[in-house]
């Protein structure tokens, strides 16, 4: 007997392995969320190209995949040939792509009358014009296929309500939720969806959350540097950390057909802490 089809419901619906057969670039994908996003999209069925600067980052996250799922790709998204040659690669490697996830930044965080202007440039050069870059060849590989696809941007809960002494991380998480609300409105005749994820504090496998940014932090909250996770913890309705994987798992809905009529939209996941402050 033949295998009966799947309704439109179900298909909607499968939780298994939701992205079955796709294929998606991630931005920073050796370490941190990147990582995070991208072991979570190959769960659900994905074949993840994974870019980043740091090769050693790509090729430990690599090592632990089953063959074929996760391409390791350098890629400097600051650069405009680097990210040619990663998207030729991608397509090259691949048959096509279907999702965009830029997920590399930096948080460089110092008073404003302290701010060294090299590390809000570099800021700016990641955060902003990295997401410009790989958005624009994704684009370009999605509509030559004509089969639609899907961006999300990982931005902040800081480009929803601002984070004290964070000048360059502030404007450029704020920025990234506009550029997806300007793309969502170029792109939707094209069938390609973009959208915004907006992680709370996420503290595990973070380069950012390191020792010295961490200082950082408890110098401006006025507390110890062993006191911050709890702090921004308890700052939410919740009262629980945010886990790499509860960004990732919000990362697959979106890009999933279960998501399939949203776009332009922010998906805050971070307790309920923007809501509350």
Known sequence: MPKAKKSQKSQLLNSERPLDGRVGVVTGAGSGLGRAISLFMIEAGATVVGLDVDREALDATSAGQPPGCYLPVYCDVTDEESVEKAFESAAASTAGIDYLVNAAGIAPAYPLEDFPLDAWQKTLD??????????????????????????????????????????AYNATKAGEIHLMRGWAMELGGDGIRVNCVAPGNVFKGSKIWNEEYIKACAKKKGIKPEEVIDHYTAQSPLGKEIEPEDVASAVVYLLSDAARRITGQVLVVDGGQVMVR
């Not at 990295?130 to 509509?143: D, H, I, P, W």
């Not at 961006?151 to 309500?161: H, M």
């Open 126 to 167: 990641i955060n902003l014009t990295g997401y410009f870059l790989c958005a624009r060849e994704a684009v370009r590989l999605l509509k030559k296929q004509g089969r639609g696809g899907s961006i999300v941007n990982i931005t902040s809960k800081s480009g929803l309500e601002a984070s004290k002494s964070n000048s």
